[in-house]
């Protein structure tokens, strides 16, 4: 089916039902066909001038809007080893650690009385777990604080400016974006090694590399030095054909100590 063909069907059930068709409704080839040739089901009902049907969760309450220290992890997660929908009506965070995820079902049910759902994933990388939470109200308010949304390496961002000027929301950040991106690991005996490593498209290689450069700007509010930033070769995406660089910079010897002092490790 194409664009077109698409369209018609949902036209024609549309009539025969006296009502416009939903998820549930709607035959599942058609609803694949709605998927494959538009990417959301509502897009292809508003592309065929059908009703869609509000299914947003009530509002948000007021400390869902308070910018403080949840709000930050919640965002950096979301940055680096999450996922906010490019429609905005969903976030995922993805750990192999479902402590690590417990604690933010635990902020995500506080701050913005929110419940998700866990999924197990298995990929070329080993299993890791997912847990989704289905909002369209959070995910405005979210995208509009600084999470970028849609495919990361793809899309332009930085760190939001209300976490840059404020230091204990900048080491929170800090905390989380080395969890997700970080590594730590011996190069020898008596030489310790922190290193962060990043992925962007080629073609938003410049974007990515002004990103790490704010990062670094925040570990400096604590006299942490870091090295320059080494690009290394890139990987072709088999999804879409893209080639991803990987950026990646060390904290330099004499700031290991005062990383781990001031910024802390998670791992």
Excluded at 174 to 187: M, N, P, Q, T
Excluded at 188 to 212: A, P, V
Aim: aromatic letters at 12%; charged letters at 35%.
């Amino acid at each position: 089916m194409n664009k077109k063909e698409v369209i018609k069907e949902l036209r024609i059930i549309t009539k025969e039902r006296g009502k416009s068709p939903t998820r549930r409704s709607t035959p599942l080839k058609l609803y694949y066909h709605c998927i494959k040739q538009f990417k959301y089901f509502n897009e292809a009902k508003k592309q065929a001038g059908l009703k869609l049907y509000n299914n947003r969760c009530p509002n948000l309450p007021r400390s869902a809007y308070i910018l403080d220290k949840d709000l930050v992890k919640l965002v950096s997660f979301l940055t680096f080893d999450g996922h906010l929908y490019k429609s905005s009506n969903a976030i995922i965070l993805i750990s192999k650690n479902k402590k690590e995820l417990r604690r933010y079902e635990k902020l995500i049910n506080n701050k913005f009385g929110l419940n998700g759902n866990y999924r197990l994933k298995a990929d070329g990388f080993g299993k890791s777990v997912n847990y989704r939470v289905y909002s369209k109200e959070l995910g405005n308010f979210l995208n509009k604080v600084g999470t970028p949304k849609g495919d990361k390496m793809l899309v332009s961002f930085d760190i939001p400016d209300w976490i840059k000027k404020n230091k204990e929301f900048a080491k929170e950040y800090l905390k989380v974006a080395f969890y997700c991106e970080g590594c730590k690991y011996k190069a020898s005996k008596n030489i310790e090694i922190i290193q962060f490593n990043l992925n962007k498209s080629e073609e938003l290689l410049e974007d990515g590399l002004k990103f790490i450069e704010s990062l670094k700007n925040l570990l400096k509010k604590f006299d942490i030095e870091t090295t320059k930033t080494w690009i290394m070769k890139g990987n072709l995406r088999k999804k879409d054909g893209k080639t991803t660089k990987m950026m990646k910079f060390k904290i330099k010897a004499n700031s290991i100590n005062k990383f781990i002092k001031e910024i802390g490790w998670i791992k």
